[in-house]
């Protein structure tokens, strides 16, 4: 399907730099390939934290050797291609839930009667994110995160961009993210963009704009509207994620 709506699709897996690289003396796991995590591939413990829909499947199944059972959520995946019926399922195992973001959480008490939930929103690290006092860029400028991901909203965001061009034509864009520019969701003349840029400087990217676009169609938090702002940079958002609130 994916190929069919003019997406591109991936031959291998590519696993980059993750969180747990920086943890020294932690034993960390990758598998060759995607597959089902049984109870005889867990060792015994005290708590077992499912992560996404499918692997609160599996977690649910584990004997209770493997630990207490918990839920980490951080989106309602009813976008597509989820399979919407195994996405709701997972929201009624008997798991303790741990949420990111009082919509999550709304949902959890309004729709599946569980209001026995832990809510843990998002926060950014403030020696990584931040930006000194500044005035206004000497060209208007904005940011964009660069996706292709329809529920991300790009599309949004750059139809924005256009619209405000035609009353500030000077007007600058701005974008990051994890690929080149796809030819189906091109990027403006002009706009400068940078590919998988290091973590220390994603921080100069936001705080090189004016304001930071975010157009997300869904988002569970959507953490670029607090690591635009620890960089003192405006938000432009569409009511979804922690914009909601």
Same mark, same amino acid.
């Not at 991936?10 to 003396?25: Q, R, S």
């Not at 961009?161 to 520019?181: C, D, H, M, T």
């Not at 930071?212 to 869904?218: A, D, K, M, P, T």
């Given at each position: ?10 031959? $291998? =897996?590519?696993? !980059? %730099? ?5 943890? %020294? !003396? ?20 005290? =708590? ?15 004997? %209770? /050797?493997? #630990? ?12 597509? %291609? ?7 399922? $997972? ?12 919509? @999550? ?7 599946? #009667?569980?209001?026995?939930? *832990?809510?843990?929103?998002?926060? =950014? ?16 400028? =904005?940011?964009?995160?660069? *996706?292709?991901?329809? &529920?991300? !909203?790009?599309?949004v965001s750059l139809k924005g961009y256009e619209l405000a061009k035609q009353k500030v034509p000077n007007l600058k864009l701005i974008s990051f993210g994890n690929r080149e520019p796809f030819p189906r969701l091109p ?27 975010? #157009?997300?169609? /869904?988002?569970? &938090?959507?953490?670029? @509207? ?14 979804? #994620?922690?914009?909601?609130?």
């Amino acid at each position: 399907m994916d190929w069919l709506r003019g997406y591109p699709v991936p031959k $291998t =897996v590519a696993f !980059g %730099p993750n969180h747990f690289d920086k943890l %020294p !003396g932690i034993e960390f796991r990758k598998l060759k390939k995607h597959q089902p995590i049984g109870a005889d591939n867990v060792p015994d413990a005290d =708590v077992v934290i499912a992560t996404w829909w499918e692997t609160a499947e599996w977690v649910a199944a584990y004997p %209770p /050797s493997k #630990g207490a059972k918990a839920y980490f959520i951080q989106h309602y995946e009813t976008h597509y %291609p989820q399979p919407v019926d195994r996405v709701e399922a $997972t929201w009624r195992l008997p798991l303790h839930k741990i949420i990111i973001a009082q919509w @999550l959480a709304d949902i959890s008490r309004n729709k599946y #009667g569980d209001a026995d939930l *832990s809510m843990v929103p998002n926060a =950014v690290d403030a020696d990584q994110f931040n930006a000194p006092p500044r005035g206004k860029q000497p060209t208007p400028t =904005v940011g964009v995160m660069y *996706s292709i991901a329809e &529920f991300k !909203g790009c599309d949004v965001s750059l139809k924005g961009y256009e619209l405000a061009k035609q009353k500030v034509p000077n007007l600058k864009l701005i974008s990051f993210g994890n690929r080149e520019p796809f030819p189906r969701l091109p990027l403006p003349d002009g706009a400068q963009h940078t590919v998988q840029p290091a973590q220390d400087r994603i921080k100069d990217i936001y705080a090189s704009c004016d304001a930071w676009l975010f #157009g997300s169609r /869904s988002e569970g &938090f959507g953490l670029p @509207l607090l690591e635009s702002m620890a960089c003192r940079t405006p938000v432009i958002a569409t009511p979804t #994620g922690a914009a909601r609130n």
